[in-house]
C-alpha cells in the first residue's frame, strides 16, 4: 500500500541521510577537527559518528523488514526510537565535542552508566 511504501521510503532516506552525515563527519573530524581538538574530544567527536553510522545501517534493515511483510507498529517504534535516540546521542556528542560545553554530555553519559550498570 501507499503508507507502507511512504514508510519504506522514509526509513531508507533518514538511515542514508544518517550514513551520509558519519561518513561526511567522520571526514571533518580527521581532517578539519584534529589540529582543533583534544584528543579526548576527538574521541567523543569520533563516538557520535560511529554510533550514528551503525544506527543508519539499523534504519536501512526497517525499511527493509518493512517491504517484506505488512506495516507493523513494532517497526515504525523502532525506527522513530533510532531516529530519535541517534539524534539526540550523536547530536549531544558532537555539541560537546566542538563546544566543550560538559552539560551535554552529563545527560547521555549518566543515561548510559545506568544502561551498562543494569546488565
Known sequence: TQSTWGSIWMW???GSAFGFLSVSGGA?????LKSHLTPAMLDVFQTGTQYMMYHGLALLYVGAMEQRGPKSKLLSAAGLGFTLGTTLFSGSLWALALTDIRKLGIIMGTCIDRHSKTR
Open 28 to 32: 571533518f573530524g580527521a581532517h578539519a
Open 12 to 14: 531508507a532516506t533518514v
